[in-house]
């Protein structure tokens, strides 16, 4: 998986010592850096593959029944904000 990326985030996570000495022995496997493998990991459980488009997770989360939301959301927000103001 290639992917570009402009700057990096720096974070610390723990691991189990079984977890992290497979990570390691497969960075050393892959002649590569335990960074690398785990962003790797981590895309490819975000869905993050350049091979396929990214799915959006929350399409299709809810159903309003009616046919016209995604044309007429503009009023139905405005409708809402309108009527959340008033509370």
Do not use: N, Y
Not at 2 to 10: P, Y
Not at 46 to 61: C, M, V
């Amino acid at each position: 998986m290639s992917m570009l990326v402009c700057s990096m985030f720096r974070t610390t996570i723990t691991l189990p010592e079984e977890l992290a000495v497979i990570l390691l022995r497969e960075a050393r496997r892959r002649d590569s850096s335990v960074s690398a493998i785990v962003r790797d990991a981590v895309g490819s459980f975000l869905g993050l593959d350049d091979t396929k488009p990214r799915q959006l997770p929350f399409a299709a989360l809810g159903r309003s029944g009616q046919r016209h939301t995604a044309r007429d959301a503009e009023k139905i927000l405005a409708k809402e904000w309108d009527r959340a103001g008033r509370r």
